[in-house]
């Protein structure tokens, strides 16, 4: 017994000794849930301030002499904003590197990451995932993929992937492709990929680049597609190329199954704030030619000229930039094309007539010339200022359209060329006796291929003196006008019919026109008289700064202005100026003796909102804040012409008519729900309208608006204006916000004299989570046009 009871007590010794000897680490043990281990990596990572990873499991199996560290059941790993979650995971103490199994879950760099297995390096946060899905924010893109690799930066590569930017498991859109990566600028480039629709392939590709980013970046743009009677299926297939930081290029290459291969190119650049160009050239081989007026399109016949040439382009760019400094600035304006046709045809799509325009206007605020007309005008200035006096310096090269491909004759192109025209003025500044003057000088030389070119020089100086008084404001002006000319070829081309005032055409005898130096001095005196009365109504007790009252507001006061004005100008009538030369309608100075005389009521309204703004100790404080409007203006213009009243020739065929049309102009734009804008001239003679110009607006935030609008323009006949033909066209626009997705809009126009549409087009917009898309059908005189057009990233 004592035998036994002393083995006993030896083995317990044994174990006793045994076990205290032994590390514990050797032992698994359970840790409190959520308790927190940190583990410092041997080699420093790159960013100081992310020197540590936060480790947490529900498991920690390990011992100081292991080279890892194996974790078990919600694994975290968490470094500032990065977090990696998983199932299991083995630590690496001497490399930083991690192995994660099991519900793979990462937020690194704002990026959203999901597999099965993966690794990490914790130093500079690459690895690699299997089974994985990637969702990058920045450039919203899905990728799913059976092997997702991490580069430095935020930067992945991958391999038999599926790529969208749509939700879900069965995208509207995705690619799929054996290989692909995405570079640090958020660029997508896909290998040997196919496009799907709802997971359903529908054309392949070798490569492939999607954008991701809203940064520049290389890669092909969104295909327009369209159909017209005019043009047949239209597909244009833009490649846009980053060159640098300061220049760009399009490449577009524009198909049409009835005209052929169009290609485009356009080139921008801003080398700094004060430079930026843009410029575009597109150039085809028409299938189409009219080498008479029959086998013109139906719209283009009667105009006398024909299209044979087949080979047709456009030149067309603007450019703002400075000279030798900043002060002395540049602009150029070049716009030449092939035929008189060809922006009549090439009207829509990215490289069309509508998207240059829009394009010249939104980037430089300089516009074109209008599709129909014949001239087509390339400009160059250079211009600086100082305080007082300025410089131009202009040429001007108008490309007649009339005389090109065989219309015209040869050698009678009498088009005016202005080669170069030099100005230099003085602003309108003080002079004493409580004068003020200005002073502008001009020099021209105008170059014809057929006709007179010749030297012009025009100087005008002008005086004003001020009379201001508490009622009255009348300021008195005399202006002196002397032109000096001087041919340099001399030609008679017979009778020459240009532009009137008043819509008529003049008859210029160029034989009558002397050749040698002229000269022409005139002066035209007047003055200006305004006053201003003014009321002001209260509406309503002003709001107290009440952070209760916070978001609310309401007119206070309403002023309303009466400001009556008379102006009056007198031109002596010249004779002789039929012995001058004639380049513009500056060589032909009619007589004028005119009083015109106005009346403008203008409403202003005054509005007070309450609103919080941030207090000394960031306690939000109340305060009223006011804003202005003028939301309503009515204005009533009309002339009176003493030569008209003293006229005594062609009584027989007309008879005087002194006073003008009373013009009536209403602006409402109270800024809430509609925006009214109408001009209506009525004839006191004829007692009825002659023209009017109206478009209104009613509008409303999230739900659309309706636009309406009417030109009519009357025929007239009458010594001071003609009028060959009636104008009566309506328009009517509108947009629905059918909800957050749908927005369905519609165009009309009709014209009432001929009795005829201009225009009838429907359009659908789609704008859903990952892709817009949009359908537009318009019937015009002479072309039926049907659009497609979509954007797969939209983010």
């Given at each position: 017994?004592?035998?036994?009871?002393?083995?006993?007590?030896?083995?317990?010794?044994?174990?006793?000794?045994?076990?205290?000897?032994?590390?514990?680490?050797?032992?698994?043990?359970?840790?409190?849930?959520?308790?927190?281990?940190?583990?410092?990596?041997?080699?420093?990572?790159?960013?100081?301030?992310?020197?540590?990873?936060?480790?947490?499991?529900?498991?920690?199996?390990?011992?100081?002499?292991?080279?890892?560290?194996?974790?078990?059941?919600?694994?975290?790993?968490?470094?500032?904003?990065?977090?990696?979650?998983?199932?299991?995971?083995?630590?690496?103490?001497?490399?930083?590197?991690?192995?994660?199994?099991?519900?793979?879950?990462?937020?690194?760099?704002?990026?959203?990451?999901?597999?099965?297995?993966?690794?990490?390096?914790?130093?500079?946060?690459?690895?690699?995932?299997?089974?994985?899905?990637?969702?990058?924010?920045?450039?919203?893109?899905?990728?799913?993929?059976?092997?997702?690799?991490?580069?430095?930066?935020?930067?992945?590569?991958?391999?038999?992937?599926?790529?969208?930017?749509?939700?879900?498991?069965?995208?509207?859109?995705?690619?799929?492709?054996?290989?692909?990566?995405?570079?640090?600028?958020?660029?997508?480039?896909?290998?040997?990929?196919?496009?799907?629709?709802?997971?359903?392939?529908?054309?392949?590709?070798?490569?492939?680049?999607?954008?991701?980013?809203?940064?520049?970046?290389?890669?092909?743009?969104?295909?327009?597609?369209?159909?017209?009677?005019?043009?047949?299926?239209?597909?244009?297939?833009?490649?846009?190329?980053?060159?640098?930081?300061?220049?760009?290029?399009?490449?577009?290459?524009?198909?049409?199954?009835?005209?052929?291969?169009?290609?485009?190119?356009?080139?921008?650049?801003?080398?700094?704030?004060?430079?930026?160009?843009?410029?575009?050239?597109?150039?085809?081989?028409?299938?189409?030619?009219?080498?008479?007026?029959?086998?013109?399109?139906?719209?283009?016949?009667?105009?006398?000229?024909?299209?044979?040439?087949?080979?047709?382009?456009?030149?067309?760019?603007?450019?703002?930039?400075?000279?030798?400094?900043?002060?002395?600035?540049?602009?150029?304006?070049?716009?030449?094309?092939?035929?008189?046709?060809?922006?009549?045809?090439?009207?829509?799509?990215?490289?069309?007539?509508?998207?240059?325009?829009?394009?010249?206007?939104?980037?430089?605020?300089r516009d074109i010339e209008n599709?129909?007309?014949?001239?087509?005008?390339?400009?160059?200035?250079?211009?600086?200022?100082?305080?007082?006096?300025?410089?131009?310096?202009?040429?001007?090269?108008?490309?007649?359209?009339?005389?090109?491909?065989?219309?015209?004759?040869?050698?009678?192109?009498?088009?005016?060329?202005?080669?170069?025209?030099?100005?230099?003025?003085?602003?309108?500044?003080?002079?004493?006796?409580?004068?003020?003057?200005?002073?502008?000088?001009?020099?021209?030389?105008?170059?014809?291929?057929?006709?007179?070119?010749?030297?012009?020089?025009?100087?005008?100086?002008?005086?004003?003196?001020?009379?201001?008084?508490?009622?009255?404001?009348?300021?008195?002006?005399?202006?002196?006008?002397?032109?000096?000319?001087?041919?340099?070829?001399?030609?008679?081309?017979?009778?020459?019919?240009?532009?009137?005032?008043?819509?008529?055409?003049?008859?210029?005898?160029?034989?009558?026109?002397?050749?040698?130096?002229?000269?022409?001095?005139?002066w035209t005196g007047g003055f200006?008289?305004?006053?201003?009365?003014?009321?002001?109504?209260?509406?309503?007790?002003?709001?107290?700064?009440?952070?209760?009252?916070?978001?609310?507001?309401?007119?206070?006061?309403?002023?309303?202005?009466?400001?009556?004005?008379?102006?009056?100008?007198?031109?002596?009538?010249?004779?002789?100026?039929?012995?001058?030369?004639?380049?513009?309608?500056?060589?032909?100075?009619?007589?004028?003796?005119?009083?015109?005389?106005?009346?403008?009521?203008?409403?202003?309204?005054?509005?007070?909102?309450?609103?919080?703004?941030?207090?000394?100790?960031?306690?939000?404080?109340?305060?009223?804040?006011?804003?202005?409007?003028?939301?309503?203006?009515?204005?009533?213009?009309?002339s009176y012409d003493y030569n008209?009243?003293?006229?005594?020739?062609?009584?027989?065929?007309?008879?005087?008519?002194?006073?003008?049309?009373?013009?009536?102009?209403?602006?409402?734009?109270?800024?809430?729900?509609?925006?009214?804008?109408?001009?209506?001239?009525?004839?006191?003679?004829?007692?009825?309208?002659?023209?009017?110009?109206?478009?209104?607006?009613?509008?409303?935030?999230?739900?659309?608006?309706?636009?309406?609008?009417?030109?009519?323009?009357?025929?007239?006949?009458?010594?001071?204006?003609?009028?060959?033909?009636?104008?009566?066209?309506?328009?009517?626009?509108?947009?629905?916000?059918?909800?957050?997705?749908?927005?369905?809009?519609?165009?009309?126009?009709?014209?009432?004299?001929?009795?005829?549409?201009?225009?009838?087009?429907?359009?659908?917009?789609?704008?859903?989570?990952?892709?817009?898309?949009?359908?537009?059908?318009?019937?015009?005189?002479?072309?039926?046009?049907?659009?497609?057009?979509?954007?797969?990233?939209?983010?």
């Amino acid at each position: 017994m004592r035998r036994k009871f002393t083995r006993i007590s030896l083995a317990a010794l044994a174990v006793l000794v045994l076990t205290l000897c032994l590390p514990w680490t050797l032992i698994g043990k359970q840790p409190e849930l959520n308790r927190v281990r940190k583990y410092v990596p041997d080699t420093p990572v790159q960013a100081p301030d992310q020197d540590e990873w936060t480790f947490s499991a529900d498991r920690v199996v390990g011992d100081h002499t292991s080279e890892y560290v194996e974790a078990f059941g919600n694994v975290s790993l968490s470094l500032g904003e990065d977090q990696l979650r998983a199932d299991f995971a083995r630590y690496y103490r001497n490399t930083g590197w991690v192995f994660l199994k099991g519900d793979i879950r990462a937020h690194w760099g704002g990026d959203f990451l999901q597999a099965d297995e993966g690794e990490f390096d914790l130093n500079n946060m690459t690895g690699w995932l299997k089974n994985g899905k990637l969702f990058m924010a920045k450039p919203h893109i899905y990728v799913e993929a059976e092997r997702v690799g991490k580069a430095v930066g935020d930067s992945y590569t991958f391999k038999n992937a599926k790529v969208t930017s749509c939700s879900g498991d069965r995208p509207a859109w995705s690619v799929t492709s054996e290989e692909g990566d995405v570079n640090l600028d958020g660029r997508i480039q896909l290998y040997r990929s196919a496009f799907r629709v709802k997971n359903v392939p529908v054309f392949f590709w070798p490569y492939m680049a999607l954008p991701g980013r809203r940064e520049r970046q290389s890669g092909f743009l969104m295909p327009y597609v369209s159909s017209s009677e005019k043009l047949g299926f239209q597909l244009n297939m833009p490649y846009y190329w980053v060159i640098d930081d300061e220049m760009d290029a399009t490449f577009y290459q524009n198909y049409m199954s009835r005209r052929g291969y169009m290609q485009g190119v356009q080139f921008r650049h801003t080398e700094d704030a004060s430079t930026k160009g843009l410029w575009q050239v597109d150039i085809m081989n028409d299938q189409r030619r009219a080498t008479s007026e029959y086998d013109e399109w139906k719209g283009y016949q009667g105009d006398g000229l024909t299209r044979p040439n087949s080979d047709r382009w456009w030149v067309r760019s603007k450019y703002d930039g400075w000279l030798g400094s900043p002060r002395w600035q540049v602009k150029l304006d070049l716009d030449v094309v092939s035929d008189q046709n060809y922006l009549r045809d090439f009207q829509h799509g990215p490289t069309g007539f509508e998207r240059s325009r829009e394009e010249f206007l939104d980037e430089f605020g300089r516009d074109i010339e209008n599709k129909d007309s014949l001239h087509r005008l390339s400009k160059a200035y250079v211009s600086r200022s100082w305080d007082r006096f300025g410089v131009v310096g202009f040429a001007q090269y108008d490309e007649n359209l009339a005389f090109m491909n065989g219309n015209g004759r040869d050698g009678e192109n009498d088009t005016v060329q202005t080669l170069p025209e030099l100005n230099a003025f003085a602003f309108q500044q003080s002079l004493p006796g409580g004068l003020e003057g200005a002073f502008d000088a001009k020099y021209d030389y105008f170059y014809r291929e057929y006709g007179n070119s010749g030297h012009r020089f025009e100087a005008k100086p002008e005086l004003k003196l001020p009379l201001k008084s508490d009622y009255l404001t009348v300021i008195p002006s005399l202006a002196l006008d002397h032109t000096s000319y001087s041919l340099t070829s001399h030609e008679d081309t017979g009778n020459m019919s240009v532009s009137a005032p008043g819509g008529k055409t003049a008859i210029i005898d160029t034989s009558k026109i002397e050749d040698g130096y002229q000269n022409r001095t005139t002066w035209t005196g007047g003055f200006s008289a305004f006053s201003e009365m003014t009321r002001t109504f209260s509406l309503a007790d002003l709001p107290k700064a009440d952070p209760g009252l916070a978001g609310t507001s309401s007119w206070t006061r309403l002023k309303h202005s009466i400001q009556p004005r008379v102006d009056y100008t007198y031109t002596p009538n010249l004779t002789g100026q039929e012995k001058l030369p004639y380049f513009d309608t500056d060589d032909r100075l009619a007589g004028s003796n005119k009083v015109t005389y106005s009346l403008t009521n203008v409403l202003d309204r005054r509005r007070d909102s309450v609103i919080l703004s941030p207090g000394s100790d960031d306690e939000p404080v109340a305060l009223v804040a006011r804003d202005y409007l003028d939301f309503l203006m009515f204005r009533l213009e009309q002339s009176y012409d003493y030569n008209e009243a003293n006229r005594m020739d062609e009584l027989n065929l007309y008879k005087r008519r002194p006073f003008s049309d009373v013009m009536a102009e209403l602006k409402v734009k109270p800024a809430t729900f509609v925006d009214l804008l109408t001009r209506n001239w009525f004839s006191p003679y004829r007692g009825d309208m002659t023209q009017s110009e109206t478009s209104i607006r009613f509008f409303k935030d999230g739900l659309g608006e309706i636009t309406l609008g009417y030109d009519f323009v009357k025929s007239l006949d009458e010594y001071l204006r003609t009028q060959d033909d009636d104008m009566s066209i309506i328009r009517v626009g509108g947009k629905w916000h059918i909800n957050d997705t749908f927005t369905l809009s519609a165009m009309y126009r009709h014209d009432f004299m001929d009795e005829q549409d201009l225009e009838r087009t429907l359009r659908l917009d789609w704008a859903a989570e990952c892709y817009t898309l949009y359908f537009s059908y318009s019937q015009k005189p002479g072309d039926n046009r049907f659009e497609v057009g979509f954007d797969l990233l939209n983010f």
